[in-house]
């Protein structure tokens, strides 16, 4: 069975710094691309970031950039979400997605299999 879990959410000051986690099991997380997807009441679910199965490229939202990166041990079998500088508009639940054997990374939901149950991330003073 695939699976995937978040981690590494919780409450930060703006400024602050979080590292988010995304665990895999059942399957072998580097023959995946994943991507980070947030969500907030009322708005649609938007990508993040991800990285791909076989290159290692990446893709952020433009929002991001610079300020979070994404990073895959295969060791673990765990993709990180790193988050500096973080902003109250980042304040969002935080999920992981997987999907098979992409070369390149997209960040469109209907693009990935597997989803984590999220990871609840707020950014207020």
């Known amino acids: 069975q695939l699976q995937l879990v978040e981690s590494g959410g919780g409450l930060v000051q703006p400024g602050g710094s979080l590292r988010l986690s995304c665990a895999a099991s059942g399957f072998t997380l580097d023959y995946y691309a994943i991507g980070w997807f947030r969500q907030v009441p009322g708005k649609e679910r938007e990508g993040v970031s991800c990285i791909s199965s076989s290159s290692g490229s990446t893709n952020y939202l433009d929002s991001v950039k610079g300020r979070f990166t994404i990073s895959r041990d295969n060791a673990k079998n765990t993709v990180y979400l790193q988050m500096n500088s973080l902003k109250p508009e980042d304040t969002a639940v935080y999920y992981c997605?997987?999907?098979?054997?992409?070369?390149?990374?997209?960040?469109?939901?209907?693009?990935?299999?597997?989803w984590g149950q999220g990871t609840q991330v707020t950014v207020s003073s």
């Open positions: 997605a997987a999907v098979g054997f992409q070369e390149v990374c997209v960040m469109a939901i209907g693009g990935y299999d597997y």
